[in-house]
């Protein structure tokens, strides 16, 4: 009986519908990437509308790209690989179909609710709670679907493709949640439960790792399953694979301030931001040396088969990308890049050039084997990887050249660094109008070679009929007498336990007072040298450890999850727990009065967020262009916070009281009345539109609930209170030439534009 | 029939014996250039992590940003046509205007007026008491065009405007705006002391 053969059928259906649902949203994605690119270029593609707006269409285009695109191509890899590296049918089929259609719908859901402006204002976290709630769920069902899968393994012990994808599930998980942490005001809105500092660096802890866990992670178990089929050569380095796969997700997690350097951030959380950051540089390579030299031996094979030229240049893009990263991270670099193009162009390297790469050579892969019909055009193939390719490098040099040359002209000086040499900026906006076009021509080509693989797809696919793939295994599973762990066995082992030292006592050193730092310091150095002199005798047991931990999910996904959380916590608990009042350095912003606050949320609901910081950092171009350095007190009450990742327009933290009422009611009106040369989307809704202020009272509880000081105020309290407010300014807009109703949106946000950069002093706190 | 097999076989070329789904593995070492890239990175980051937050050699954000200012703002100020008692007050109250000045002092004053201020030549410049004007203006004027008649030279030319402002500056660094002056006809000039 033991040894009856069956032979099981994958559900290779799953895979796929979630292949088609790539290429459609892929498209869809990257369409909306080059339309909002050209707004950039020309404001009148904004068509005055306010749901064809740039402000409102770069989340559209982000979530798409990363959740629609990647996500629908991550579970279409995993479900074909998973199942092949277990020798396993995926476990449920309700669960299967659960996932696609709950996920198509999410995406639906998205693209709804994003281009009319309901948003929570965070970067790749727009989505509403509601959504987010789904989210969360769906990838529970994906979670359970895939561990139950590996529960009812014929393969006893993990591939490296499964590592990585056990590290995507728990630790995308982890990171949505966490910053989605929200409290509802109304069915469709609600404020992030932190603010200011806090809300910054849960955004970005989650924001980086999205990069890592989502658009990484996944694509690298991916690239360890079909890049060595493709090639049909071995994996390069099993050892190789340990060591990158242990300390990349050890480290990415950590990497998260390098978004908020040389912002009010608390200097050490920048300073290991930094340090992380390159700490990332090797573990990344460790990923691309795997890809490359498994193809050692098979670059004959480049020449005609596009699927191994999309593996071999995505992985060299990652390279190229993960290289960049740590020297992005580097302050003084970053002094100049961040805000500027360099990193949208960072970004698109990584995501055209490995996630659409990869993407592309495992759909040219999938599609014989999932239709058992050979490709309808390699010839297509291939031009369609050429095409890509140029569009790239188009589009990255495009960037570079444009990101830098702005960093230039904002930072340079004149008169013995006195005074600003571009003192306008849009000075420096029309300088690089032309490397703007020529990413819009970069990205257009790239959607082109798309567009090539959907018909390429198409043609394959018509007529053909769909094949799931199938394997022989013997009935029962092949027993393997000590292989379980056991908690001991997954924890006290010396692996673990030198991992466990060496953290702790590194922490210690790091930022304890002066008596702990000091034996953290030896306890460092003992751990080390014990360490490195059992490595030679014991080496071998750790390997054989380490093959055991293999064959046993739970344990090695435990460990995976600690391995991420450390960081995380290290990093974001100080923040959280410390005291509101210790964390405004020496000034405190002043709350928003009920108007303000509405103005406020008509601000994220736009998108303003997107092209203007509120952070002035430390750095001397800034303070002369903007004014002061922004303190973290002067944002302590804003949920969520707006302190930006791109200046396509200039730092707003201090705008307050710089301009009268009605430029910025022109502004708003026509940018270009007041500021020539603009690209700023014109916004005639804010001047027409009654601003809902019945929503005000419930939003204010939350706040108050969430720490920001309002007093008992009554529903009446507010509306008197914005009436009052709304029409002093609606009389100076008067007095002034410009004829508005107070009741209109701009009035609130014009109350909301005056008031930034309102604080009062507090005493400075002692030094430490 | 089975090759015989080769006598030593590279190790790292070994396949492992497991394959997935037909996938085999190497075990090839590590690349050194790789590992080095790897511990150089930890050990920057041990550097770097000793010198601005256990040492605190290096400045804090805020302290290194505020140090650049002053500098730009000293630079400012140094070149600004005209003077008046309430800008050279600010100076006065500027790091970098004040350590620079101290240099200039230290350097050309000191031998008439002492390092201390004190006076020995020359007048006590840290007291009430002004012969030729306590304004700020005024002290500046007195460095610029000097006294010759009392044997302090016109500074002006040889100092420069900059330098001027900086040593007014670092004198008045030892004043508070407000307090009082007296004026004294004659400064009794005293012996250096030892």
């Known amino acids: 009986m033991p040894d009856q053969k069956i032979t099981i059928e994958y559900n290779d259906r799953i895979v796929r519908q979630f292949l088609l649902a790539t290429v459609i949203w892929g498209i869809v994605g990257m369409l909306v990437g080059v339309l909002i690119a050209s707004q950039l270029n020309f404001w009148q593609l904004n068509f005055q509308t306010s749901w064809l707006t740039f402000g409102r269409l770069r989340p559209l285009h982000t979530n798409a790209v990363i959740f629609a695109f990647v996500g629908n191509m991550m579970f279409a890899g995993v479900y074909y690989s998973t199942q092949r590296l277990v020798k396993a049918r995926l476990a449920s089929d309700f669960l299967s179909q659960l996932h696609f259609w709950g996920w198509q719908l999410i995406i639906v859901a998205a693209a709804i609710t994003l281009p009319l402006g309901l948003t929570r204002g965070k970067e790749y976290a727009e989505l509403i709670w509601p959504i987010n709630i789904a989210v969360a769920f769906i990838w529970v069902v994906f979670a359970v679907n895939f561990f139950w899968t590996l529960a009812r393994r014929r393969e006893p012990a993990l591939y490296v493709a499964l590592w990585f994808y056990i590290a995507t599930i728990v630790t995308v998980a982890m990171l949505y949640i966490v910053n989605h942490l929200s409290i509802p005001t109304s069915l469709l809105h609600s404020y992030p439960v932190f603010s200011g500092v806090q809300d910054a660096l849960v955004q970005w802890w989650y924001g980086h790792n999205a990069v890592a866990f989502f658009l990484t992670t996944p694509i690298l178990g991916i690239m360890y399953y079909f890049l060595p089929k493709a090639a049909e050569r071995p994996v390069y380095s099993y050892r190789l694979s340990v060591v990158h796969f242990w300390s990349l997700v050890f480290v990415y997690i950590w990497a998260g301030p390098h978004h908020l350097l040389n912002t009010a951030l608390p200097g050490w959380l920048q300073n290991l931001g930094m340090t992380f950051s390159l700490m990332l540089w090797a573990p990344s390579w460790g990923g691309m040396l795997n890809g490359l030299l498994t193809l050692r031996g098979a670059w004959d094979k480049l020449r005609t088969d596009p699927v191994l030229k999309f593996f071999a240049a995505g992985v060299t893009f990652y390279g190229m990308a993960t290289f960049e990263g740590p020297l992005l991270s580097i302050k003084s670099v970053n002094a100049l890049a961040h805000y500027t193009d360099w990193i949208i162009g960072h970004v698109h390297a990584g995501t055209l050039g490995w996630n659409g790469f990869m993407a592309a050579g495992m759909i040219y892969w999938l599609l014989p084997r999932l239709w058992n019909k050979p490709l309808y055009s390699v010839r297509l193939a291939n031009f369609h990887f050429w095409i890509g390719t140029v569009g790239i490098l188009l589009y990255v040099a495009a960037m570079w050249t444009s990101g830098i040359t702005q960093g230039l002209m904002l930072n340079a000086t004149t008169e013995h660094g006195t005074v600003l040499a571009y003192p306008n900026f849009l000075d420096t906006l029309n300088a690089i109008r032309f490397m703007m076009l020529m990413r819009v021509i970069g990205g257009a080509l790239y959607l082109v070679g798309f567009f090539l693989l959907a018909y390429n797809f198409y043609r394959t696919v018509r007529g053909a009929a769909p094949v799931n793939g199938t394997i022989e295994v013997y009935e029962s599973v092949p027993a393997e007498p000590d292989a379980k762990l056991g908690f001991r066995g997954t924890f006290f082992n010396a692996p673990t336990v030198f991992s466990v030292l060496i953290l702790v006592f590194a922490m210690m050193w790091m930022v304890g007072s002066d008596l702990v730092s000091t034996a953290g310091l030896a306890g460092l150095v003992v751990s080390l040298i014990a360490c490195y002199a059992m490595l030679p005798s014991r080496g071998s047991l750790w390997n054989g450890w380490y093959e055991k931990l293999l064959l046993n999910a739970l344990p090695f996904t435990l460990l995976t999850f600690f391995a991420v959380v450390a960081g995380g916590l290290i990093q974001i608990i100080p923040t959280v727990i410390v005291q509101k009042a210790q964390n405004v350095e020496d000034r405190i912003q002043v709350p928003y009065t009920p108007l303000e606050l509405a103005g406020r949320d008509l601000y994220v609901r736009e998108g303003c967020y997107l092209c203007h910081s509120q952070m002035i950092r430390t750095l001397v171009p800034d303070v002369l262009r903007y004014g002061d350095y922004s303190r973290l007190g002067e944002s302590i009450y804003d949920h969520p916070f707006q302190w930006g990742s791109k200046r396509n327009g200039p730092d707003l933290a201090r705008v307050g009281g710089k301009y009268p009422n009605v430029w910025h009611f022109r502004h708003m009106e026509n940018p270009r009345a007041v500021s020539p040369g603009s690209n700023m989307p014109t916004y005639p809704w804010l001047l027409s539109n009654d601003l809902d202020a019945s929503v005000l009272p419930a939003k204010i509880k939350v706040q108050r609930m969430l720490g920001v000081p309002y007093g008992p105020l009554s529903a009446q309290q507010i509306f008197d209170s914005v009436d009052l407010q709304a029409k002093g300014i609606a009389k100076d807009l008067r007095a002034a030439g410009a004829y508005v109703a107070p009741e209109k949106e701009i009035v609130a946000l014009i109350a909301y534009l005056q008031t930034l950069g309102h604080s009062v002093p507090v005493a400075p706190k002692p030094a430490h | ?194």
């Open chain 2, 1 to 194: 029939m089975t090759p015989t097999p080769k006598p030593n076989p590279p190790k790292e070329d070994a396949l492992r014996p497991h394959t997935f789904d037909g996938i085999q593995e190497y075990d090839k070492r590590l690349p050194n250039w790789w590992l080095m890239t790897l511990y150089g990175a930890i050990a920057f980051w041990a550097g770097y992590w000793f010198y601005y937050e256990r040492a605190h050699i290096g400045p804090s954000n805020a302290a290194a940003v505020e140090q650049k200012l002053a500098v730009i703002e000293a630079e400012r100020l140094a070149s600004a046509p005209s003077l008046d008692d309430a800008s050279i007050w600010k100076m006065s109250r500027n790091p970098v205007f004040v350590d620079a000045g101290r240099v200039t002092f230290n350097s050309i004053c000191a031998s008439c007026h002492t390092e201390k201020l004190t006076g020995a030549i020359g007048p006590n410049l840290i007291d009430h008491l002004w012969i030729h004007g306590g304004r700020p203006t005024e002290i500046y004027h007195t460095v610029q065009t000097g006294v010759l008649a009392k044997g302090m030279p016109p500074w002006g030319p040889v100092l420069g405007n900059k330098k001027i402002s900086e040593v007014v500056a670092y004198v008045l660094s030892h004043h508070q705006e407000g307090e009082p002056i007296e004026v004294q006809k004659e400064w009794v000039p005293r012996a250096p002391q030892p």
